[in-house]
Every structure is written in C-alpha cells, then in structure tokens.
C-alpha cells in the first residue's frame, strides 16, 4: 500500500501475535469434533460414563483456552488498528498542511476531511478483522476438510467439492463490489462537501429563502449515495444466502451419503456428527469470511483514496533560504502575473512595484482587483504564472517555507480563532510568548480591555472559531496574534473591516509606532490608506497608480471615486 504501509510497521509484534493468537483459537476449534464423536462412538454408544465425562472436561478446557487466545487476539489487532490509523492521520494532517493552498484547492477541503474521517476509519476496521480473521478463517476452512478426510474419505470428498465452488463466488462477489465501494465514497465526499457549504452559509441561506432549494439539493445527494450503498449491499447480501444454501446442501448430501455408509457398517454415528460439525464450522467461517470480503473491499478503496492524497507532491517546490538580506527591499513584484486555474482569466497582470524595509504600504481596490491574490504569493500559497516575487532579499521559492513565514505576521480576512484560551490563541503567532509578550500585543491591537474584563482574562475560553466574541473583537485578537512575533512583514489584508473608525484610528496609530516593521495594509477604506507611505491602486488584476494619499487624490480617477463613494466629498 505504498507510504500507508509503512504506518504498521511500529506495531509489527501485535500485527503477527493476533493472527497468531487466532491461529491457537481455531486448532482447539477444530479439535472439539473429533472429542465429540469419541465422546458418541466411545462413551455414550458403550456406555462408559468416565470416558463422556473425560471428553466433556476436554471440551470445556479446549473452549476456555479458546476464548483466552479469541480475547488475545483481538487485544492485540485492536492495539495495532488503532496505533496505525494515529499514526497515518497525524502524518496526513501534517501533509495536508505542508501543501500550498493551490493544491489543496485542487482536490477540495470536503474530500480531504472525508479521507480524514470517513476513509480513515475505515481502513482501521478493515485492518482490525483482517489481522483477526485473514489466517483463521481460511485455516478452519482448509483445516475442517483436512480432518474430514481423517474421519472418513469418501464423505470428505464433498469438501472438495465445496470449498472450491463457494471460493469462485466469493472471488466474483468481491471483484464486483471493490469498484463500488470507491463510488460509495465519491458520494460521500459530494455530502460532505454540500453539509460544509450549508454550515458556513446559514445565515445566507435563511436570509435569502433557500432552505428548500438546499435541502432538494442535499436530498438528491443523499439518493444518489443511497442508492450506491443499497447496490452495492444487495451484491455483497448475495453472498450469506448462497453460502448457507451451499452448505446445507452439502450437510443433506453428508446426511444421506453418511446413512449409506452406517447401514453398511463402514461409519460410526459420531463420525457423521463430525463432518456435519466441520461442515457447519466451514458455514459460520466462511460468513465471517463474507463480511471480511466486503469490508476489506471497502478498506481496500478507502486505502487507494488515502494513498492518493499521500501521492500528491507540492507544486511548490521547497527552498532552502533561511536567512534575510539586510540591504534588500521586504518586497518586490518585478512583472507577476498570476492564473489560479488554467485555461482561466489572469487574476493579476503584469504587476511591478516595490516595498522598502519600514515602510507602511497600502493596497486598496475594488472587489475582484487582486489584493488578496497579492497576499497569496507573498505568502507563496500560489506560484506565480510569470514574473517573479521577491522577499527580504530572496526569490519567494528560494525560502524555506517555516522560515519564509517566520519573518511574516499575517491577519487574513476572515478572523479565524480556535477552541481553547486567550493564550494558547495569541501564543499560535508565537508559541513561546510570555503573558507580558501577550498584553503587549493586546494593548496594540486595542483587544486589553475588553479581554480583562473576562473571566480568567488570558485563561477565559475561547469557544470553536470565537463565537464567543463579536466579529471586531476577534479581528482584533488576530491582530494581537501577528503582532505578538513582531514579524519583519505584517500584512494586514482587510483586517479591520469590522471595526469602528475610532477604534480603528487608535489601532493603525498603535502599529504605525512598531518601529522597523515593514507594513502591507490591504484595505476597502481609504480612510486607511491616508497614512500610508505610499498607495498601491488595484484594478482588474493590474496596478493603475502608485503615490500617496494627497497624490493618488489629485490623478487618480479610480481612487478618487473610492473616496468619494465613502465620503460624498468632491476629490
């Protein structure tokens, strides 16, 4: 299984002892008829009642040293189940993480926590009944037969017969429901995909009346994947039925072909009692066989799912560049153009500019006019189509990538806080921030008074992406979040769209005084550019001036209808 084999490896011992554990469990399993037809042909038939009672405590010490070995087993296929599927999460977690966003777009976030989730799990169930059932089940099988022949030879020869024919159903069963097991999961990744658009989107759905469009749509997803799983199951149920049809056949043909034998003195009656007892372990093993088939199909495509994403190398390749030059610019644009998907519409043409070390630079533009896609390089989320993007004295492609983001603050759009404290949320910019670090870069980002009047102040809890705060107070906290590793860039990418002007005067003001940071500030208001050294106007993808406030007011038509839309003033 390529890169997702290696994760059992560390669990070796457990993957050998459950097999082999299982392996005990079924010789005494296989033991218990012939104690059986000694017990009729030697004890009940001849009256001896020491010998019955010899092989009824036999059979009791046979079944309890079985059921140590069954425990055992399991014991050891869960601990290596388990231990493997931590193992592979934690290691595709991290990879997914090592991806740029371009290729995690490329496959999709709702398909990636599907393979997380739903294919993981999956994979570990199937792990954990094959390391119990793979040996054990085709042991009794075989092994049933082979003591058949030691009772008798000519009845045995039903087994030989059996055992191949239900092998072919078996084989043809399972060839038909692997590729449908992977189509299953395709479903599952469209209901997961549309359950996360229609989490994220309440609010829009509710607001604009579309709660029964969605729940149609959601609804003919959920068909379409029921009606794979009833598919798939109806194959998969086919294989019980003709199992047992099969096998008691076998036993009526033992039955009628064992009283042929007896009337002609050739076979005792526990004999018979034997073969049917094998015959019918052959039945109970080859459903548990059945039920391994389908789940191990099932694994075998959620395996083939995984491995896919393990596959998936970075279209940004890694650099080794780990250090900063002093004299360079903090950044410099020489003619980037960037496409997102190919064959699509450039969402930057031919941009050039450059920003100095301890500049403050604004970034501003209509929607759709690339300030964020500018971000997205800077940060190297997306290569560039052409041109090139340079950092602290680098090719962005030359940086390694933790030590590229390491010289970066950034404060996204969208505020994203996580469950835990105060502190654990600041100290994610910087982990080993002290509590005078984090006051610091709370006073900054005027988020202090409202977090000491908390309970707890840096202990209060943060509830799942901060519900527990309003939209400004949690811009505010992910400012404090970039401020507290008084980074060498501090990109603010519309970071303080939700807060009043005042506050937001107060915050830029508390920034501005951060001496030696380099600030990118990307921003709807120009209100916000108006103490910048120098302003870049976006739109379409390309640059359209660059200058101050007051410069960019008296030649730039585009900003000056920007200001004026904010302040009804005449330019």
Request: charged letters at 20%; one cysteine or more.
């Amino acid at each position: 299984m390529g890169k997702i084999g290696t994760f059992i490896k560390g669990y070796r011992k457990e993957s050998v002892l459950a097999p082999l554990f299982k392996l005990l469990e079924a010789v005494f399993e296989l033991v218990v008829p012939l104690l059986v037809a000694s017990l009729i042909d030697e004890g009940i038939a001849l009256g001896d009642k020491g010998h019955v009672i010899r092989m009824i405590l036999l059979m009791l010490l046979f079944a309890f040293t079985g059921l140590v070995s069954s425990v055992t087993a399991q014991y050891f296929a869960a601990k290596a189940a388990i231990g493997f599927t931590k193992g592979m999460k934690s290691a595709l977690f991290a990879h997914i993480s090592s991806l740029p966003a371009v290729d995690r777009d490329r496959v999709g976030t709702s398909t990636l926590i599907t393979r997380l989730t739903s294919d993981a799990t999956v994979l570990q169930n199937g792990i954990n009944m094959f390391l119990r059932l793979f040996m054990r089940s085709p042991f009794i099988v075989f092994g049933a037969a082979i003591m058949a022949f030691t009772v008798d030879s000519s009845l045995a020869v039903i087994f030989a017969i059996v055992i191949p024919l239900l092998g072919l159903f078996v084989y043809i069963i399972m060839k038909a429901t692997i590729p449908m097991y992977r189509k299953v999961q395709g479903a599952l990744d469209r209901i997961t995909l549309r359950t996360r658009e229609n989490l994220r989107g309440v609010r829009v759905i509710r607001a604009f009346g579309m709660e029964e469009r969605e729940d149609e749509l959601f609804l003919s997803d959920l068909a379409s994947l029921n009606d794979l799983q009833i598919r798939s199951g109806r194959i998969s149920a086919l294989l019980n039925p003709i199992s047992m049809l099969v096998i008691n056949l076998s036993i009526a043909a033992i039955a009628a072909y064992g009283r042929i034998r007896y009337n002609a003195s050739l076979i005792e009656v526990g004999a018979i009692v034997a073969l049917v007892n094998y015959m019918s372990q052959i039945l109970l093993e080859l459903i548990k066989l059945a039920n391994l088939i389908v789940l191990i199909s099932r694994a075998i495509a959620s395996a083939k799912r995984l491995e896919s994403v393990f596959e998936m190398e970075s279209s940004i390749k890694d650099g080794s560049e780990r250090n900063a030059d002093g004299n360079a610019p903090a950044v410099a644009f020489s003619d980037v153009s960037l496409i997102y998907r190919e064959g699509g519409e450039p969402s930057l043409r031919n941009i050039t500019f450059t920003v100095n070390r301890g500049e403050k630079v604004g970034i501003i533009g209509g929607t759709g006019s690339g300030k964020t896609s500018i971000v997205n390089l800077i940060m190297r989320g997306y290569p560039v189509t052409s041109g090139a993007v340079s950092v602290l004295g680098h090719d962005v492609n030359a940086w390694n990538g933790s030590s590229l983001h390491s010289h970066i603050g950034l404060v996204p759009q969208k505020a994203v806080l996580f469950r835990g404290t105060v502190r654990d949320n600041i100290r994610n910019g910087k982990p080993d921030a002290s509590d005078e670090e984090i006051s610091a870069a709370l006073k900054a980002a005027e988020a202090y008074d409202f977090i000491a009047a908390k309970d707890g102040f840096l202990d209060y809890e943060v509830e799942e992406g901060g519900k527990n705060f309003s939209g400004g107070q949690r811009q505010r906290l992910s400012i404090a979040r970039a401020l507290v590793r008084r980074p060498d860039i501090l990109i603010l990418d519309d970071s303080s769209s939700a807060l009043d002007y005042a506050t937001e005067a107060r915050l830029r003001k508390n920034i501005a005084a951060m001496t030696g940071t380099t600030i990118i500030s990307i921003s709807q208001r120009t209100s916000s550019m108006m103490t910048m050294d120098k302003v870049i106007v976006l739109d379409g993808g390309a640059v359209v001036d660059i200058g101050t406030h007051d410069e960019l007011m008296k030649r730039c038509a585009i900003y000056q209808d920007i200001y004026r839309s904010q302040y009804g003033e005449e330019a």
